[in-house]
């Protein structure tokens, strides 16, 4: 579980980057919350993977 916590930041990345797929083939490009909703998604994921990283560096 423990290894499954260190790569929450890259798995919340991973899980905006599928949002932004899935609202691409399902043709919902035109709202607006659902891609801020994502931004936000994919920016937590790369702060979390910083601080993470700098966590277990130190």
């Known amino acids: 579980m423990n290894n499954l916590i260190k790569y929450w930041g890259v798995l919340l990345i991973i899980l905006g980057t599928i949002?932004?797929?899935?609202?691409?083939?399902?043709?919902?490009?035109?709202?607006n919350w659902l891609h801020a909703i994502t931004l936000l998604i994919?920016?937590?994921?790369?702060?979390?993977?910083?601080?993470?990283?700098?966590?277990?560096i130190d």
């Open 19 to 31: 949002i932004l797929v899935i609202s691409y083939l399902f043709d919902l490009g035109d709202y």
């Open 42 to 56: 994919m920016i937590a994921g790369l702060v979390v993977h910083i601080v993470m990283n700098k966590k277990h």
